[in-house]
């Protein structure tokens, strides 16, 4: 959502009315997953993707329709093996979206959260009584509320919405008689490298190609400076713990401690482990985090947190070189943010 704002406000600024449309399940193999986003004007143009193939041109015209009739409907596209390369949905995958006009009110509060950076779901009724559907309510982690379901649906669906905020992921529910889906937009990936190493130089390419934001941590000038890192989005030169700690490390943050040395990643890691950030990982051997993991219990870490570490980073891809060893770190961060580490 967040990278059709820029679209949706040009359209609307030019009076043009527009209608979302939202992946809300898909199965098998189909190519978008569940709130991904579609934004549709009455005049036909378009911005963002719900699948790869023509059933875009279906979603179109019924988002078309939706700005006309101003009812909105859950759409279902299936289809079997022979015809699924034809319609962008491969090997029989099969998708529901929902197709609603935008809800000015809960556009503007999400808008103001995606640009302030913060972790916002909004829960939409796609299935259910005429005069619910389409209805909304969005819920900031900060507290901010915009939009309503309806009396008693807000109160009932608050559980939903937390669950779906703590655990960063969309969800789909039935509070008979209406059906609810619960999409969550989380603040964008950042990525905090600690330690201006080569590694890092490498990470952080492969980071920004990725959509992360890179922020490298380093209070040695000869490692932390632009010269190095004219790629970072920012450079920090203050001891790894003080920069941490003012960060505000998130639910869309990864750390990677690069330096090798305790001195700086101890502290650092002493602020990183208990926080919120999805994933930590550590440059090191097995030995090496035995007496990192010794050291971080005696300076007061739970061993519960101390077991969130990766380490060594990176996943076991037999890499050597400093693009090799980035490579296999990113791959660790993309797994974790996913949740597919452990997974086939």
């Not at 319609?87 to 959260?113: K, N, R, T």
């Not at 009724?125 to 909304?136: F, Q």
């Not at 889906?181 to 890092?200: C, N, R, S, W």
């Not at 219990?297 to 060594?312: F, K, M, N, T």
């Amino acid at each position: 959502m967040r990278d059709m704002l820029p679209e949706i406000d040009r359209w609307q600024a030019a009076g043009e009315s527009v209608a979302l449309a939202t992946v809300v399940e898909s199965w098998g193999s189909a190519p978008r997953l569940p709130g991904a986003k579609m934004a549709v004007t009455a005049s036909g143009a378009i911005a963002g993707s719900v699948s790869g193939g023509c059933v875009e041109g279906a979603v179109v015209e019924a988002a078309r329709e939706a700005l006309r009739t101003g009812v909105p409907r859950l759409l279902h596209f299936g289809v079997a093996d022979e015809t699924a390369w034809a319609v962008g949905l491969a090997c029989g995958g099969s998708i529901d979206v929902f197709v609603a006009p935008l809800e000015a009110g809960v556009y503007a509060a999400q808008h103001e959260a995606l640009l302030a950076d913060r972790a916002l779901a909004i829960a939409t009724v796609i299935a259910g009584p005429l005069e619910l559907l389409g209805r909304t309510l969005m819920l900031g982690a900060d507290g901010s509320r915009a939009g309503s379901l309806g009396g008693v649906f807000d109160t009932a669906v608050s559980d939903t919405v937390r669950l779906a905020l703590a655990e960063g992921r969309p969800r789909r529910e039935t509070l008979s008689p209406v059906e609810i889906f619960v999409e969550v937009l989380l603040p964008a990936p950042t990525l905090v490298m600690v330690g201006g190493v080569h590694i890092a130089v490498a990470l952080t390419a492969l980071g920004r190609s990725l959509g992360y934001r890179t922020i490298v941590v380093d209070p040695r000038p000869g490692f932390g400076n632009e010269a190095r890192f004219p790629h970072a989005d920012r450079l920090i030169s203050e001891w790894p713990d003080d920069a941490l700690s003012a960060l505000g490390l998130n639910t869309s943050t990864a750390v990677a401690m690069l330096t090798h040395d305790p001195k700086l990643d101890d502290p650092a890691l002493r602020v990183a482990l208990p926080s919120p950030a999805f994933y930590v990982g550590a440059l090191g051997s097995k030995k090496t985090q035995a007496r990192r993991r010794q050291r971080l219990i005696e300076a007061g870490v739970s061993p519960e947190h101390v077991d969130r570490l990766h380490a060594p980073i990176g996943l076991d891809l037999g890499g050597r070189s400093p693009e090799e060893i980035a490579l296999a770190v990113m791959a660790e961060i993309v797994a974790a943010r996913n949740g597919r580490l452990g997974k086939n």
